[in-house]
């Protein structure tokens, strides 16, 4: 992973588009099964499919929570590269191993750090 500033804000805007390309396609599939439940006389009780249906709404609507909360994750990375604390722990003030954040772009802490909690 390159430590320049300005490869990490590239990275991270990269993964942010990527990752809102996400949300917009599971909006739209989270909009599209709504839409198809609601045309449907179906009744998530009594229908065969019902539960079925429940799930994927539940499903969607989780992955598209976690999607959000990585964009949220994202953008805090962005400010600490803009304050220059980018790649510190929080905790312990350490440098942050370029492979945890080549894995994990948005960590906020070292490995030692995290593993306490």
């Known amino acids: 992973m390159d430590t320049e500033p300005s490869a990490i804000r590239a990275d991270l805007h990269r993964r942010r588009d990527e990752t809102s390309a996400e949300i917009a396609a599971l909006e739209g599939d989270l909009r599209s099964l709504f839409e198809a439940s609601r045309s449907s006389n179906a009744d998530d009780e009594h229908d065969p499919e019902g539960s079925t249906i429940a799930f994927e709404r539940a499903q969607l609507s989780a992955v598209l929570a976690a999607a959000r909360r990585r964009v ?46």
């Open 72 to 117: 949220a994750e994202l953008d805090e990375a962005l400010s600490r590269v803009a304050a220059g604390t980018y790649g510190v722990c929080e905790r312990c003030s350490r440098p942050i191993p370029a492979e945890r954040l080549a894995a994990r772009p948005s960590a906020r802490t070292c490995v030692a750090c995290a593993s306490r909690r």
